[in-house]
Protein backbone atom coordinates (compact mmCIF):
# COMPACT_ATOMS: atom_id res chain seq x y z
CA UNK A 1 0.00 0.00 0.00
CA UNK A 2 3.01 2.42 0.73
CA UNK A 3 4.11 1.59 -2.53
CA UNK A 4 1.11 2.40 -4.43
CA UNK A 5 0.74 5.61 -2.24
CA UNK A 6 4.19 7.17 -3.34
CA UNK A 7 3.92 5.85 -7.44
CA UNK A 8 0.24 8.01 -6.94
CA UNK A 9 1.83 10.88 -5.34
CA UNK A 10 4.65 10.90 -7.85
CA UNK A 11 2.36 10.49 -11.18
CA UNK A 12 0.10 13.05 -9.61
CA UNK A 13 2.94 16.03 -8.89
CA UNK A 14 4.43 14.47 -12.34
CA UNK A 15 0.91 15.08 -14.46
CA UNK A 16 0.36 18.21 -13.33
CA UNK A 17 3.29 19.88 -13.53
CA UNK A 18 4.40 18.48 -16.92
CA UNK A 19 0.95 19.97 -17.67
CA UNK A 20 1.44 23.33 -16.64
CA UNK A 21 5.47 23.90 -18.08
CA UNK A 22 6.30 21.18 -20.33
CA UNK A 23 8.30 18.02 -20.41
CA UNK A 24 11.72 19.50 -20.64
CA UNK A 25 11.29 22.35 -18.29
CA UNK A 26 10.19 20.14 -15.49
CA UNK A 27 12.97 18.34 -13.48
CA UNK A 28 12.95 15.34 -11.35
CA UNK A 29 13.47 17.14 -8.33
CA UNK A 30 10.53 19.39 -8.89
CA UNK A 31 8.20 16.40 -9.10
CA UNK A 32 9.93 15.03 -5.81
CA UNK A 33 9.27 17.97 -4.20
CA UNK A 34 5.91 18.33 -5.47
CA UNK A 35 4.78 14.58 -4.36
CA UNK A 36 6.89 15.01 -1.24
CA UNK A 37 9.29 11.56 -2.00
CA UNK A 38 13.38 11.58 -2.39
CA UNK A 39 14.93 11.28 -5.91
CA UNK A 40 15.77 7.44 -4.79
CA UNK A 41 11.76 6.54 -4.98
CA UNK A 42 11.22 7.90 -8.51
CA UNK A 43 13.90 6.22 -9.42
CA UNK A 44 12.72 2.81 -7.79
CA UNK A 45 9.63 2.92 -9.42
CA UNK A 46 10.34 4.17 -12.81
CA UNK A 47 14.53 4.23 -13.12
CA UNK A 48 14.11 7.62 -15.90
CA UNK A 49 12.70 10.62 -16.39
CA UNK A 50 11.45 8.90 -19.57
CA UNK A 51 9.68 6.09 -18.15
CA UNK A 52 7.97 8.77 -15.91
CA UNK A 53 6.32 10.44 -18.74
CA UNK A 54 5.66 7.68 -20.47
CA UNK A 55 4.11 6.21 -16.85
CA UNK A 56 2.17 9.51 -16.98
CA UNK A 57 0.69 8.90 -20.43
CA UNK A 58 -0.44 5.34 -19.49
CA UNK A 59 -2.00 5.77 -16.63
CA UNK A 60 -4.81 7.55 -18.34
CA UNK A 61 -4.39 6.11 -21.84
CA UNK A 62 -4.35 2.40 -20.42
CA UNK A 63 -8.18 2.89 -19.19
CA UNK A 64 -8.97 4.98 -21.73
CA UNK A 65 -8.38 2.68 -24.66
CA UNK A 66 -10.13 0.30 -23.49
CA UNK A 67 -13.74 1.84 -22.87
CA UNK A 68 -12.98 3.65 -26.27
CA UNK A 69 -12.71 0.24 -27.79
CA UNK A 70 -15.50 -0.66 -26.43
CA UNK A 71 -17.82 2.28 -27.46
CA UNK A 72 -16.68 2.01 -30.84
CA UNK A 73 -16.61 -1.56 -31.44
CA UNK A 74 -20.07 -1.56 -29.79
CA UNK A 75 -21.24 1.09 -32.17
CA UNK A 76 -19.83 -0.51 -35.37
CA UNK A 77 -21.30 -3.75 -34.34
CA UNK A 78 -24.91 -1.69 -34.26
CA UNK A 79 -24.42 0.26 -37.86
CA UNK A 80 -22.06 -1.69 -39.73
CA UNK A 81 -18.77 -0.32 -40.80
CA UNK A 82 -19.61 1.02 -44.07
CA UNK A 83 -22.54 2.84 -42.49
CA UNK A 84 -20.67 5.01 -39.56
CA UNK A 85 -21.02 8.61 -39.04
CA UNK A 86 -17.90 10.39 -38.45
CA UNK A 87 -19.06 13.07 -36.43
CA UNK A 88 -20.67 9.96 -33.96
CA UNK A 89 -17.06 8.37 -34.50
CA UNK A 90 -15.53 11.54 -33.17
CA UNK A 91 -17.85 12.11 -30.41
CA UNK A 92 -16.98 8.68 -29.16
CA UNK A 93 -13.58 9.52 -28.74
CA UNK A 94 -14.48 12.40 -26.72
CA UNK A 95 -16.85 10.91 -24.77
CA UNK A 96 -14.69 8.22 -23.58
CA UNK A 97 -12.00 10.25 -22.57
CA UNK A 98 -14.48 12.14 -20.43
CA UNK A 99 -15.63 9.17 -19.34
CA UNK A 100 -12.38 7.31 -17.81
CA UNK A 101 -11.76 10.92 -16.33
CA UNK A 102 -14.81 10.91 -13.78
CA UNK A 103 -14.27 7.40 -13.18
CA UNK A 104 -10.81 7.56 -12.13
CA UNK A 105 -11.13 10.74 -10.56
CA UNK A 106 -8.33 12.61 -13.01
CA UNK A 107 -8.97 16.01 -14.86
CA UNK A 108 -9.65 15.30 -18.90
CA UNK A 109 -8.06 18.46 -19.55
CA UNK A 110 -5.13 18.08 -17.86
CA UNK A 111 -4.42 14.96 -19.99
CA UNK A 112 -5.31 16.67 -22.97
CA UNK A 113 -2.83 19.45 -22.50
CA UNK A 114 -0.50 16.68 -21.93
CA UNK A 115 -1.46 15.10 -25.11
CA UNK A 116 -1.05 18.58 -26.57
CA UNK A 117 2.78 19.18 -25.84
CA UNK A 118 3.49 15.23 -27.31
CA UNK A 119 3.54 17.10 -30.18
CA UNK A 120 4.22 20.22 -29.76
CA UNK A 121 7.63 19.18 -27.75
CA UNK A 122 10.63 16.93 -28.75
CA UNK A 123 9.83 13.66 -27.65
CA UNK A 124 10.78 10.67 -30.21
CA UNK A 125 10.61 8.72 -27.38
CA UNK A 126 7.12 8.98 -26.29
CA UNK A 127 5.68 9.12 -29.57
CA UNK A 128 7.42 6.02 -30.46
CA UNK A 129 5.67 4.61 -26.51
CA UNK A 130 2.67 5.30 -27.95
CA UNK A 131 2.73 3.90 -31.27
CA UNK A 132 3.67 0.99 -29.32
CA UNK A 133 1.41 0.80 -27.11
CA UNK A 134 -1.62 2.08 -28.16
CA UNK A 135 -1.74 1.56 -32.14
CA UNK A 136 -4.00 -1.40 -31.72
CA UNK A 137 -6.84 0.57 -30.89
CA UNK A 138 -6.15 3.70 -32.90
CA UNK A 139 -5.25 1.82 -36.12
CA UNK A 140 -9.09 0.19 -36.94
CA UNK A 141 -10.49 3.67 -35.96
CA UNK A 142 -8.19 5.75 -38.54
CA UNK A 143 -9.51 3.04 -40.94
CA UNK A 144 -12.69 3.49 -40.62
CA UNK A 145 -12.55 7.14 -40.69
CA UNK A 146 -10.62 6.70 -43.72
CA UNK A 147 -13.19 4.69 -45.61
CA UNK A 148 -15.37 7.74 -45.40
CA UNK A 149 -12.79 9.63 -47.22
CA UNK A 150 -11.51 6.96 -49.72
CA UNK A 151 -10.62 10.00 -52.61
CA UNK A 152 -8.62 12.00 -50.09
CA UNK A 153 -4.44 12.05 -50.88
CA UNK A 154 -2.49 10.89 -48.39
CA UNK A 155 -0.79 13.79 -47.87
CA UNK A 156 -4.50 15.90 -47.28
CA UNK A 157 -5.61 13.13 -45.22
CA UNK A 158 -2.66 13.73 -42.72
CA UNK A 159 -2.86 17.40 -42.68
CA UNK A 160 -6.47 16.83 -41.96
CA UNK A 161 -6.48 14.61 -39.12
CA UNK A 162 -3.96 16.44 -37.39
CA UNK A 163 -6.16 19.42 -37.59
CA UNK A 164 -8.86 17.59 -35.92
CA UNK A 165 -6.58 16.27 -33.13
CA UNK A 166 -5.14 19.54 -32.54
CA UNK A 167 -9.22 21.32 -32.48
CA UNK A 168 -9.49 18.61 -29.90
CA UNK A 169 -7.02 18.91 -27.45
CA UNK A 170 -7.31 22.31 -27.53
CA UNK A 171 -11.00 22.01 -26.73
CA UNK A 172 -11.22 19.86 -24.16
CA UNK A 173 -7.86 21.09 -22.43
CA UNK A 174 -10.00 24.25 -22.29
CA UNK A 175 -13.11 23.11 -21.51
CA UNK A 176 -13.66 25.00 -17.85
CA UNK A 177 -12.47 28.25 -19.26
CA UNK A 178 -14.34 27.88 -22.58
CA UNK A 179 -17.77 26.76 -20.32
CA UNK A 180 -17.33 29.67 -18.04
CA UNK A 181 -16.80 32.17 -20.82
CA UNK A 182 -20.20 31.19 -23.00
CA UNK A 183 -21.79 31.62 -19.01
CA UNK A 184 -20.28 34.87 -18.74
CA UNK A 185 -20.94 36.09 -22.77
CA UNK A 186 -24.13 34.33 -23.71
CA UNK A 187 -25.58 33.03 -20.34
CA UNK A 188 -25.61 30.15 -21.21
CA UNK A 189 -24.98 26.92 -19.10
CA UNK A 190 -23.27 24.52 -21.34
CA UNK A 191 -22.44 20.66 -20.31
CA UNK A 192 -19.86 19.05 -21.73
CA UNK A 193 -21.85 16.42 -24.00
CA UNK A 194 -23.37 19.76 -25.85
CA UNK A 195 -19.97 20.98 -26.11
CA UNK A 196 -19.04 17.56 -28.01
CA UNK A 197 -21.83 17.39 -29.50
CA UNK A 198 -20.58 20.76 -31.40
CA UNK A 199 -17.29 19.69 -31.74
CA UNK A 200 -17.68 16.89 -33.44
CA UNK A 201 -20.22 18.17 -36.45
CA UNK A 202 -17.51 20.63 -36.80
CA UNK A 203 -14.60 18.95 -37.04
CA UNK A 204 -16.12 16.44 -38.92
CA UNK A 205 -17.43 18.44 -41.61
CA UNK A 206 -13.86 19.61 -42.03
CA UNK A 207 -12.39 16.28 -42.49
CA UNK A 208 -14.54 15.54 -44.82
CA UNK A 209 -15.14 18.46 -46.95
CA UNK A 210 -13.93 18.24 -51.22
CA UNK A 211 -10.61 17.54 -51.39
CA UNK A 212 -8.52 20.37 -52.92
Known amino acids: MANGNTVDKI ?4 QELFAERGFAETSLRMITSKAGVNLAAVNYHFGSKEALIQATFARFLTPFSREFKDQLNAYIQQVGEDKVDIAHMIAVL ?10 NDQSVAVFMRLMGLAYAQAQGH ?6 EHYSD ?17 PIEWFWRIHFVLGTLAFTMSSVDSLQAMAANDLSVDSQFKDMISYLAKFVSA ?7
Open 94 to 103: ASSAQVVAER
Open 137 to 153: VFKPFMRTMKMACPEMT
Open 206 to 212: GLMAPAT
Open 126 to 131: LRNYLK
Open 11 to 14: LDAA
